[in-house]
Structure formats: C-alpha cells, structure tokens
C-alpha cells in the first residue's frame, strides 16, 4: 500500500524567514495532494492542494510544487510569521474500488521564532 | 456554511467500557471517513463511509465500528475500551464523486481511557 514520508519532523525559523517541508510518496496512481495545518487543539484545516496534473501551485504566501517522476512534493512557506506554527501533515491520495483512499505523513512542528 | 461538527469534544472513559462519538458532516457532503490520531502513529486511517454503506476500512480491531445515517451524519463505537484508545478521533466529510475530492475534518473528539 501507499506510504507517505515528511521530513522534517520539526522545523524552526525566524519569523520573516522561508520554510520547506518535503513529502515522498510510494505508490505511483496517487494523484491527488493535500496540506493540512493543524493548531493545538484543533482538527487539521486544509491550507492547499494539487492534482497531479499540476506542477505547482500558489496562494498568497504559500506554495506547493510536485514532482511525479521522483514522487514527492514540498510545501514552501514564505514570508513565516508567528501564526505560521503548528503541525502540518501532507497526504497522497487515490481513487480505488473502495473509493477515495488518503495516507498521511507523520506531520512537521513548524515553530515560527519572533 | 458550517463545517464538520463532532460531538463530544471531550471524555473519560474507564477500561472495559464502549463509547459512541457522533459527527455531522458539511451539508451536501455524503461521505464520511474517521481518523485516529495519536502522538506516536499520527493520522490513521478507521473507516470511511458513504450512502449509509462502509466502502473502505483500515487495519483496526472489530472493537471500532461505525455507521452513517440517511441524513449523512454518522457515529463511531469503540467498545470494550483499552488504554491504547486514548486518541483524538477526527472526523472528516467530502462530497462525493468520480473525481477525487477533498476532505475536510472536525475539531475532533478527545477520549481518555483510564
């Protein structure tokens, strides 16, 4: 089955600053790709996504860029403000005779320094 | 639009007893999966279901079952209840379709088994 891995597994940087968080997936017929922010306390809240027709994506401050060939994908953080920290888990996901299957990865603590 | 609400948000439950958690999904959305979140194994994957029907299923003991109503909401149970099922419970809906979708999640269900 498929196999999602999130690296790191915490991250801290200085408000202002740039943050990466690297995805790899195992099973090539996943086509779909999900980032979820998730605060202390809370459930996780999708913050973006993208199919597998897409390279990349872009919504204000943040990005996501998949690569199939190699299996993974990143998501970029710019400008990082405190309101940045949190967890945040990337997910692969495919349609299968069951319907719609996710897997997560393991999650990142991204902790914003002011 | 209201998001997914699950209710209780909070309980305490000794070994050996069964718990029911209730979740009602975003209007219009007609499938409903389940996660179990701990600090140790993440987001793992319960159960998913659609048209009152259980289409997909992960890799948990009999103890955790479930069932979704015509109105789209749904319960979960854990009976016979262990240590180890103290977790955060998150429930999650999507719409419904040959296309993938998103899932969005809940505030979750917080259950401690003492």
């Known amino acids: 089955g498929e196999n999602v891995e999130q690296h790191p597994s915490t991250l801290s940087v200085q408000e202002g600053d740039s943050a990466v968080i690297k995805c790899t997936y195992s099973?090539?017929?996943?086509?779909?790709f999900p980032w979820y922010k998730q605060e202390l306390g809370k459930g996780p809240q999708l913050i973006i996504d993208i199919r597998s027709n897409v390279g990349e994506k872009k919504d204000q401050r943040i990005a996501v860029t998949l690569n199939k060939t190699a299996k993974h994908f990143s998501l970029h953080i710019t400008e990082t403000q405190p309101e940045d920290s949190a967890v945040y888990f990337c997910a692969a996901s495919r349609m299968d005779n069951y319907g719609q299957n996710f897997v997560f990865g393991p999650g990142t603590r991204l902790s914003v320094l002011p | 639009k209201a998001g997914v609400t699950q209710t209780p948000r909070y309980l305490i439950k000794t070994r050996g007893q069964q718990v029911t958690l209730s979740c009602s999904p975003i209007s219009g959305h007609r499938s409903v999966s389940w996660y179990q979140q701990t600090p140790g194994q993440g987001l793992q994957f319960l159960f998913e279901y659609f048209s009152e029907t259980q289409r997909n299923k992960g890799n948990f003991p009999g103890r955790f079952s479930g069932r979704q109503f015509s109105n789209s909401r749904s319960e979960m149970n854990v009976s016979t209840l262990e240590l180890g099922d103290s977790a955060l419970y998150l429930c999650?809906?999507?719409?419904?379709?040959?296309?993938?979708?998103?899932?969005?999640f809940g505030e979750g269900s917080w259950l401690t088994v003492v």
């Open positions: 999650a809906s999507s719409l419904w379709g040959e296309i993938l979708n998103t899932i969005y």
């Open positions: 099973d090539s017929a996943s086509n779909y």
